[in-house]
């Protein structure tokens, strides 16, 4: 199994508050994603990084931020979280295209619950 | 907007039979087609990947590609009650960061 780690694994919390998600690799994989699951919506794509510092706004990326100061680290954050954003979010990695088929690998996920 | 679409299902096949799952996408730019299965409560895990129109079998599963009609399906044969699962439907733009789109996915029972 790829080395992907999320944290925290289940989180409830009030609307207005803020909520940082962590997703930490031990793969040394260039891209990582963030994504949400929800019920008839399949996987949709938060925001993404292609390197350190090096990230950008996916599908739904509205009300979330990210951040990416090292190779292993991506940050996922809520700055002020609405009942909307209750979700399962999963953290995945991806090698270079160029090197490799490119072929994606998911956290564990996180439940996130907003009241 | 990117779309990949699949029928959600349930697509109910008896234990032994082959089950066809299908997916269609919207951008002729995807480069590379995967499929993954859900278990309930877990993450996606990657069964298969294809890159070339054709087919590639691997096991039990068979994956198709046909770039010209933009249409992916992945085939299993030999259905077991524990292929029971959610398939997911991914397209890859490796040219453009790298990112991956997904279907909805298909729900699939095999009764025993």
């Known amino acids: 199994d790829a080395g992907i780690t999320q944290s925290p694994r289940h989180k409830v919390t009030e609307t207005g508050t803020p909520v940082t998600l962590r997703c930490h690799q031990t793969?040394?994989?260039?891209?990582m994603y963030w994504y949400r699951q929800d019920p008839g919506h399949g996987l949709r794509l938060i925001h993404y990084?292609?390197?350190?510092?090096?990230?950008d706004k996916g599908e739904v990326s509205d009300g979330y931020s990210v951040s990416r100061s090292k190779t292993e680290d991506f940050l996922l954050t809520l700055e002020s979280a609405t009942s909307s954003q209750t979700s399962v979010y999963f953290c995945?990695?991806?090698?270079?295209?160029?090197?490799?088929?490119?072929?994606?690998?998911f956290g564990e996920g996180s439940r996130l619950t907003v009241l | 907007q990117k779309e990949v679409e699949q029928n959600s299902g349930p697509l109910s096949v008896p234990e032994g039979a082959i089950a066809s799952l299908n997916c269609t996408y919207s951008?002729?730019?995807?480069?590379?087609f995967f499929w993954y299965r859900q278990y309930s409560g877990k993450s996606p895990e990657l069964i298969m990947s294809?890159?070339?129109?054709g087919d590639k079998e691997d096991g039990r599963f068979t994956a198709q590609l046909n770039k010209a009609s933009q249409y992916v399906s992945l085939l299993i044969r030999d259905s077991q009650p524990s292929d029971s699962a959610t398939y997911l439907c991914?397209?890859?733009?490796?040219?453009?960061?790298?990112?991956?789109?997904f279907g909805s996915g298909t729900k699939l029972n095999v009764k025993p």
């Open positions: 995945a990695i991806s090698e270079s295209p160029v090197s490799n088929t490119g072929e994606l690998f």
């Open positions: 294809i890159y070339s129109n």
């Open positions: 990084s292609y390197g350190v510092k090096d990230t």
């Open positions: 951008d002729r730019g995807s480069q590379s």
């Open positions: 793969e040394n994989h260039r891209y």
């Open positions: 991914a397209v890859n733009e490796r040219d453009n960061f790298n990112k991956f789109y």
